[in-house]
């Protein structure tokens, strides 16, 4: 992770008018095989998982796969704010000379979560819906929430290649990003 004081606008475009935030995800390492897994549960029914695995591919070449899940189930009585998410990301690394690297990335990531969560009646409150209803901190907004969800999709390719000079690195970026987004929250009863 990298801090970068801004403004930022000439090297990481026009909408960068404050500081800028860099996170660089790990690179596969030639000649190395490398992994690691973790599990995680809680309540609700919460199950987590991530898995990293880096394995050499010649003596040139290298890959690099991370997966992980997140998975729990709804925090409120309607059936609101269960999550199901998913991400992975293989990367792939070529490193015919000390000169020259092309560093080849693919990724996905899905974001699922059952409606929006929260309590719509506090206590003594002067809402009309609310009026006759008891006081339930886990009531959720009402109503039956399985149909509403929150969806977000976010997947890309991208592709850097490095030739180092005397005088310096030339670098290429090409990237290409997909991003969906469907709301289909309930707020109101």
């Given at each position: 992770?990298?801090s970068?004081r801004?403004?930022?606008?000439?090297?990481?475009?026009?909408?960068?008018?404050?500081?800028?935030?860099?996170?660089s995800?790990?690179?596969?390492?030639?000649?190395?095989?490398?992994?690691?897994?973790?599990?995680?549960?809680?309540?609700?029914s919460?199950?987590?998982?991530?898995?990293?695995?880096?394995?050499?591919?010649?003596?040139?070449?290298?890959?690099?796969?991370?997966?992980?899940?997140?998975?729990?189930?709804?925090?409120?009585?309607?059936?609101?704010?269960?999550?199901?998410?998913?991400?992975?990301?293989?990367?792939?690394?070529?490193?015919?000379?000390?000169?020259?690297?092309?560093?080849?990335?693919?990724?996905?990531?899905?974001?699922?979560?059952?409606?929006?969560?929260?309590?719509?009646?506090?206590?003594?409150?002067a809402?009309?819906?609310?009026?006759?209803?008891?006081?339930?901190?886990?009531?959720?907004?009402?109503?039956?929430?399985?149909?509403?969800?929150?969806?977000?999709?976010?997947?890309g390719?991208?592709?850097?290649?490095?030739?180092?000079?005397?005088?310096?690195?030339?670098?290429?970026i090409?990237?290409?990003?997909?991003?969906?987004?469907?709301?289909?929250?309930?707020?109101?009863?």
């Amino acid at each position: 992770v990298e801090s970068v004081r801004g403004p930022q606008g000439t090297l990481y475009g026009r909408n960068a008018t404050g500081d800028a935030l860099n996170i660089s995800t790990a690179r596969p390492k030639l000649g190395e095989v490398d992994a690691s897994a973790a599990v995680t549960a809680g309540n609700y029914s919460a199950i987590g998982s991530q898995l990293v695995l880096n394995v050499p591919v010649g003596d040139r070449s290298a890959l690099r796969v991370a997966a992980a899940n997140d998975k729990h189930d709804p925090y409120f009585n309607d059936g609101s704010q269960g999550a199901e998410n998913y991400a992975g990301r293989v990367r792939w690394l070529y490193q015919p000379s000390e000169r020259f690297d092309v560093l080849a990335t693919v990724d996905f990531a899905k974001k699922h979560h059952q409606g929006q969560g929260s309590s719509y009646c506090p206590p003594n409150s002067a809402y009309a819906a609310c009026a006759g209803l008891p006081d339930d901190p886990y009531a959720g907004y009402g109503g039956d929430q399985t149909n509403a969800h929150f969806n977000i999709k976010n997947s890309g390719a991208y592709a850097e290649m490095n030739f180092r000079t005397d005088p310096g690195v030339l670098t290429s970026i090409t990237n290409y990003r997909d991003y969906e987004i469907d709301n289909t929250w309930v707020w109101d009863f």
